[in-house]
């Protein structure tokens, strides 16, 4: 079967950036160049946005809500709102991505521990082949552990062959 991969940005939105998520600059920059390089070669890129209900920081239709100014969408490309941790739960994602063919996800954003362990088992669970760019999904300090503590724990010990392959961001750009 042939590969037909998709970007899948999930929650990189004003509220959550200027929250200051563990190395944004980084992460901010890393998805720029996976934009840069995947709208080059025609790569389906899908940007998926949270609302977390009236009055929260990520309320729908309010400047914090919006995708992160700096890594905006092009005209073409998918912008997927959902109410759940799950990019696919009650969304328009999997009749999307059935309709574009596409068999493997680069998947990175926010939050780590929860929208992006949500969606990367929810699109494990439908079958899809998944790649993790490494250090290219981000959060926040908590009472347990540090940001990179968190990271370095799902990447390395959840998700990595199981639920996904971590690769290096050298082989997520070829990857588009």
């Given at each position: 079967?042939?590969?037909n991969f998709a970007l899948l940005i999930v929650d990189v939105q004003a509220n959550?950036?200027?929250?200051?998520?563990?190395?944004?600059?980084?992460?901010?920059?890393?998805?720029?160049?996976?934009?840069?390089?995947?709208?080059?070669?025609?790569t389906d890129i899908i940007y998926v946005r949270h609302d977390d209900g009236k009055?929260?920081?990520?309320?729908?239709?309010?400047?914090?809500?919006?995708?992160?100014?700096?890594?905006?969408?092009?005209?073409?490309?998918?912008?997927?709102?959902?109410?759940?941790?799950?990019?696919?739960?009650?969304?328009?994602?999997?009749?999307?991505?059935?309709?574009?063919?596409?068999?493997?996800?680069?998947?990175?954003?926010?939050?780590?521990?929860?929208?992006?362990?949500?969606?990367?088992?929810?699109?494990?669970?439908?079958?899809?082949?998944?790649?993790?760019?490494?250090?290219?999904?981000?959060?926040?300090?908590?009472?347990?552990?540090?940001?990179?503590?968190?990271?370095?724990?799902?990447?390395?010990?959840?998700?990595?062959?199981?639920?996904?392959?971590?690769?290096?961001?050298?082989?997520?750009?070829?990857?588009?």
């Open positions: 079967m042939k590969k959550l950036i200027l929250a200051q998520p563990y190395q944004k600059d980084e992460l901010i920059y890393k998805i720029q160049q996976l934009l840069k390089v995947g709208r080059s070669h025609s009055g929260s920081k990520l309320e729908k239709g309010t400047l914090g809500w919006q995708i992160y100014s700096e890594i905006a969408t092009a005209a073409d490309e998918q912008i997927i709102d959902k109410n759940y941790n799950s990019a696919f739960k009650d969304t328009s994602l999997q009749a999307y991505l059935q309709s574009r063919a596409i068999t493997d996800l680069i998947i990175v954003g926010l939050q780590t521990e929860y929208c992006i362990d949500a969606t990367i088992k929810a699109a494990f669970e439908l079958g899809y082949s998944i790649h993790i760019p490494r250090q290219m999904t981000s959060t926040f300090d908590n009472d347990y552990l540090s940001a990179h503590d968190l990271i370095d724990y799902f990447e390395t010990k959840i998700w990595d062959k199981r639920f996904a392959s971590v690769c290096s961001f050298e082989e997520a750009l070829e990857y588009l």
